[in-house]
Nanobody, 127 residues
Framework: QPVESGGGAVQAGGSLGLSCTAS??????????VGWFRQAPGKDREFVAA????????HYVDSVKGRFTISWDNAKNTVALRMNILKPEDTAVYYC????????????????????WGQGTQVTVSS
């Protein structure tokens, strides 16, 4: 199961970094594509970003392009989500998901194609 960390509270315009790990172990190639999703109170879960195991394919939802960056660390232990220029509308619980065998937008942006989910970490952006 993936484990998220790094959430917190920040003012608008600030930055936060989230991490997704495999419970203290390295992710293997079987992790497939790793995605970040978020869910704000009263709203549906929303795709945020995804990165394939190879790192060759990266996808973002339009609302975070240019502000968020998803990446692997060199050892493939962690998938990081760097969030800059945060806005109040970014406030949500952020979830890491793994086990997606696909690389194309239609599938990596759909939570139904991920096998494992973390417990989530809260991100709160105040105006």
């Amino acid at each position: 199961q993936p484990v998220e960390s790094g959430g917190g509270a920040v003012q608008a315009g600030g930055s936060l970094g989230l991490s997704c790990t495999a419970s203290g172990r390295s992710f293997g190639a079987g992790v497939g594509t790793v995605g970040w999703f978020r869910q704000a109170p009263g709203k549906d879960r929303e795709f945020v970003a995804a990165i394939t195991w190879s790192g060759d394919s990266i996808h973002y939802v339009d609302s975070v392009k240019g502000r968020f960056t998803i990446s692997w660390d060199n050892a493939k232990n962690t998938v990081a989500l760097r969030m800059n220029i945060l806005k109040p509308e970014d406030t949500a619980v952020y979830y890491c998901a793994t086990g997606n065998r696909n690389t194309q937008w239609a599938y990596v942006s759909n939570g139904e194609y991920y096998s494992f989910w973390g417990q989530g970490t809260q991100v709160t952006v105040s105006s």
